[in-house]
């Protein structure tokens, strides 16, 4: 069913919003921040380029890409396909 993956399509970006990876940047004292901040110290003061954090911030501060948004309704159809065999 498509329905599951448009359902994560549309609830991904809301997802980051709320875990404080925003357009205007990481917001502080968010899950975000403090993601970012254990990424930082263990990269010696830095976030990695390519880095889980940094990929979700630049999600969270442009929207999804066709190509991010065509991988997370992928992923959304394998998980509603999945379920099927248990519902």
Avoid: E, H, K
């Avoid at 901040?37 to 929207?63: E, P």
């Amino acid at each position: 069913s498509t329905l599951p993956a448009a359902g994560a399509l549309v609830a991904a970006p809301v997802a980051l919003t709320a875990a404080g990876f925003t357009s205007a940047g990481v917001a502080a004292g968010s899950w975000a921040a403090s993601m970012m901040s254990s990424a930082a110290i263990a990269n010696g003061g830095g976030v990695a380029a390519g880095s889980v954090v940094a990929t979700l911030q630049s999600v969270g501060a442009a929207g999804l890409s066709g190509a991010t948004g065509a991988a997370v309704a992928g992923a959304g159809a394998a998980v509603g396909w999945l379920a099927s065999f248990f519902g």
